[in-house]
């Protein structure tokens, strides 16, 4: 059997999300085929795996690099664990990859956000967009999923993301099953009000009634903002829509509990929170926010 067609048959049985079959997938085709595929996969050696990485390396990012290394060595577990290989080359070759350390994650700049959404009009799904997720740290998945019924007085619940697969796009429960409830002060609650009033007016004018089951970030015809659209024009202006949550998340740790932080973030644990983080907080937490479990602080406006 080839790499090859190995790579081919541990992925149609591999049990996972549609989102991380699609990932997988494109490992599959774009990396791991091209410099692996003509090759036994019972002769694979760790020199040869070394050997693709190096020739990735030039042209790749660390974080692209580790999920090649990833996917490569999922698919050698089953394959050692099916005895189809007697030991995976990945595991001689544990710190020698040249993946590198991923970059330090910046925050975008708050002054570049403000120019950004004063430049757009109220109602724009942009706008909003940019908005939430210097507000609140949403997810672009959750913002484009964020419909008018999850907004309430003085919280946003956040239910579902819409998420690109292939060649499509799909409805599912926030990434670590994080659906949460998040306080909201006056600011933001001021704001999505204007922009509701000015969403549908546009709506109207097209021949379309805004309902509590539309999208908050609607396109003018009621339809959802796009993930990877809403992507491309941050990068189009200049910045990175996620640099945006960083900026966010930057902000509330040094004013509020790391847990608090964690919890409206949708992360998973709390050490997760302090990985992009901690590097480039303007004030570092103390021992004492660290440990602290209290809530404090009001929800952010």
């Not at 390396?57 to 099916?82: C, D, F």
């Amino acid at each position: 059997m080839t790499c090859a067609e190995w790579f081919d048959q541990w992925h149609a049985s591999f049990d996972g999300a549609p989102v991380t079959l699609a990932n997988y997938r494109s490992v599959i085709d774009t990396h791991l085929k091209p410099h692996l595929g003509p090759k036994r996969l019972r002769n694979l050696s760790p020199l040869d795996v070394k050997a693709m990485f190096v020739a990735l390396k030039a042209t790749h990012m660390p974080s692209s690099l580790g999920q090649i290394r990833n996917v490569l060595a999922s698919a050698l577990r089953e394959a050692e664990r099916l005895d189809l290989i007697s030991r995976s080359p990945l595991d001689k070759l544990r710190g020698a990859l040249p993946i590198g350390p991923s970059p330090e994650a910046q925050p975008a700049p708050k002054a570049t956000i403000d120019h950004e959404i004063a430049a757009l009009p109220i109602g724009d799904p942009r706008r909003m967009a940019l908005y939430l997720v210097l507000a609140l740290g949403l997810r672009r998945g959750e913002i484009c999923g964020l419909k008018w019924r999850d907004i309430g007085d003085s919280t946003v619940t956040i239910r579902e993301q819409i998420v690109p697969v292939s060649n499509r796009h799909i409805t599912k429960a926030p990434k670590y099953n994080s659906g949460r409830e998040i306080a909201i002060g006056p600011g933001v609650v001021d704001a999505l009000q204007q922009h509701r009033r000015a969403l549908a007016e546009l709506m109207l004018s097209l021949g379309t009634r805004l309902t509590a089951d539309h999208p908050v970030c609607a396109r003018y015809d009621g339809s959802p903002l796009r993930p990877q659209s809403l992507t491309d024009w941050c990068r189009r202006h200049g910045f990175k829509l996620h640099a945006v949550r960083h900026l966010n998340a930057s902000t509330l740790i040094a004013t509020q509990s790391l847990p608090i932080v964690t919890r409206r973030l949708g992360h998973s644990r709390p050490d997760v929170t302090l990985r992009p983080t901690v590097m480039y907080c303007p004030l570092r937490m103390t021992r004492r926010q660290r440990q602290s479990m209290k809530p404090s602080g009001k929800p952010p406006d």
